[in-house]
């Protein structure tokens, strides 16, 4: 990866870790927006237990749209850190798809077809470019203006338009959306997502104060929220714009926390110091 948009993609972080945005913060209603069942999910899904943390709304995902769409969601970004687990995220995927009632889940749903496709095409297991693109466009069609899930659809966008068209401009103005919408409902998680990117297209432009900047962002949101699953990505990325010897001290942080995850995520594998 001579340099292609993909090689690039998985250098520089793939991305796409689902913020919880579709359907809210609770499985079902009558939990509350800071359930025992949600803070036990982020705990599961903050240090890599997918499918722990999935097997956590089976009770609800049966006939909660919003706990089908946040279980589906999870198994997708297990396939972003892990490159496994296709069969189970497509079954879950489905499942949501089918309970779906009304445009803004059917939206959210496409949204998170559309990061599946993404996943397989960016970590070259298949290239579903086509399918990414056409299900985003769904997803922005049936989503309102003013649905949450906006923000993670521009910045899944931006996604598309920086590592499948080789766009930065159109990728740069669909991360500011996404910044701008993730800044207004205090999506932490997502703005540390945004911050990133932005500051990967920054580099790439050779603002490296800028980049700087936007990578020590992200990592500080991750610290603050404690996503662990996050950190060896963050860390690496900002080690590329540190001098020495604070870069290394980074990169040597990740490789602790990659090894602690067992090799999570495993497109940092041959990028992190070995023991």
Do not use: I, K, N
């Amino acid at each position: 990866m001579a340099e292609s948009a993909m090689s690039r993609s998985v250098r520089l972080d793939p991305g796409g870790e689902p913020s919880p945005v579709f359907g809210g913060g609770a499985p079902s209603e009558q939990l509350g927006a800071a359930s025992p069942v949600d803070r036990a999910v982020w705990r599961l899904r903050s240090r890599g237990c997918w499918e722990d943390a999935a097997a956590l709304l089976d009770p609800y995902a049966e006939a909660s749209t919003a706990a089908a769409l946040r279980r589906a969601a999870l198994l997708v970004e297990q396939c972003m850190f892990t490159a496994d687990g296709w069969a189970g995220a497509e079954a879950a995927l489905r499942a949501a798809e089918a309970l779906a009632q009304d445009d803004e889940e059917r939206g959210a749903a496409a949204c998170e077809r559309g990061q599946l496709a993404y996943t397989a095409t960016v970590l070259g297991v298949r290239d579903r470019s086509d399918e990414a693109r056409a299900a985003l466009g769904r997803a922005a069609a049936l989503l309102p203006p003013t649905a949450r899930g906006r923000a993670m659809l521009d910045y899944r966008r931006g996604l598309l338009a920086e590592h499948l068209s080789d766009t930065p401009q159109s990728a740069l103005a669909a991360y500011r959306r996404a910044h701008a919408a993730a800044t207004a409902l205090d999506d932490e998680l997502l703005c540390s997502f945004t911050w990133r990117h932005l500051a990967g297209l920054a580099l790439r432009d050779g603002e490296l104060a800028e980049a700087r900047h936007g990578f020590a962002e992200s990592l500080r949101l991750r610290e603050e929220l404690g996503f662990l699953v996050g950190m060896a990505p963050a860390l690496t990325a900002l080690a590329d714009v540190e001098p020495e010897p604070e870069a290394s001290r980074l990169r040597e942080e990740a490789g602790r926390l990659f090894r602690l995850l067992d090799g999570v995520p495993t497109w940092l594998a041959g990028q992190l110091p070995t023991v």
